[in-house]
């Protein structure tokens, strides 16, 4: 069983941007998160994007924006195996900081925008009319493939504007961003859900958990909430499902063997909670989806 989790070296790397064509890179894209932001943009085709409980149809001119930390996988419409070509972006949405008191920070807006509920992660091609959002997204393609001088000064004023257009779109559905910007978190809390995916197939418990981050349970749970927007147990128990469902994707192992894999205490604990999450049995979901193996 792989990890969800996918490293990358934001540091060195902050930026990465590319033309993704399904006829000669891996597909489907499987479960996974990084602490990078994700921007995909549909050139070709029409995509199925799933982001933690939400899932999208992608057509061409559709953006799609996934917060860091979500999970999330690409896939073709059910039943379709057309050619896909789609913009991937990746950067840190930490680098986008401004010093200028009388607006709000913009990785504090977007991240504020991205917890409010309601507002969608998907922006269509009509409510991106008028915004070159092509050039934009395939000028940070380009440089990242010619890393000329200065590529990456000109990929942050490419997503500057992508990142305040998507703003703008979301003021106009109601979203109006605070001008507070909150204290950083303690660096342990922040990267706790990388130690639950490497070690969800084990025993784990929220005290451990808040041990472990050199936290009070009560002030763990509170700041995880915070962070995450769910409860520690319920985020655990969400990675075991999301790694529950891609076995049965992708594998042709057994109920017993995945509950124990995936970490669930039996298999029939395993069944109870995936048809909490996902309104359908195990079994019954494997014989409905039909998706190819990559």
């Not at 200028?100 to 913009?106: D, K, R």
């Not at 500057?160 to 342990?188: D, K, Q």
């Not at 808040?210 to 915070?226: G, I, L, T, W």
Request: with cysteine.
């Amino acid at each position: 069983m792989h990890n969800l989790f996918e490293p990358g070296d934001i540091l060195n790397s902050p930026y990465e941007a590319f033309l993704f064509d399904t006829c000669k890179m891996s597909f489907p894209i499987r479960p996974h998160w990084h602490h990078y932001m994700e921007i995909l943009l549909m050139v070709k085709g029409t995509a199925v994007v799933e982001s933690d409980e939400k899932k999208y149809l992608l057509k061409p001119g559709d953006m799609a924006a996934l917060p860091p930390k979500s999970i999330h996988a690409i896939y073709n419409v059910p039943g379709s195996h057309e050619n896909l070509l789609y913009y991937v972006i990746k950067f840190d949405l930490n680098r986008f900081r401004e010093n200028i008191g009388y607006v709000p920070q913009l990785k504090s807006a977007v991240m504020q925008a991205m917890n409010a509920p309601g507002l969608s992660f998907c922006f269509s091609s009509e409510e991106l009319s008028g915004f070159s959002v092509l050039e934009f997204v395939s000028g940070c393609a380009k440089e990242a493939e010619s890393r000329h001088y200065g590529y990456y000064m000109m990929m942050h004023s490419y997503l500057n504007c992508i990142l305040v257009n998507m703003l703008r779109i979301w003021r106009e559905h109601g979203f109006t961003p605070s001008y507070e910007v909150s204290a950083p978190s303690a660096h342990s809390i922040d990267t706790i859900t990388e130690y639950i995916d490497a070690h969800s197939s084990q025993p784990l418990k929220v005290e451990q958990l808040a041990a472990h981050c050199n936290m009070s349970y009560s002030f763990f749970a509170k700041q995880f909430k915070q962070l995450y927007g769910r409860s520690c147990k319920e985020y655990i128990e969400y990675i075991r499902i999301i790694k529950t469902e891609d076995m049965l994707l992708f594998t042709d192992y057994d109920l017993t063997y995945i509950s124990q894999a995936a970490g669930f205490s039996d298999c029939s604990h395993m069944i109870k909670t995936f048809r909490k999450y996902k309104n359908i049995t195990p079994k019954q979901f494997r014989m409905q989806n039909t998706k190819v193996l990559p």
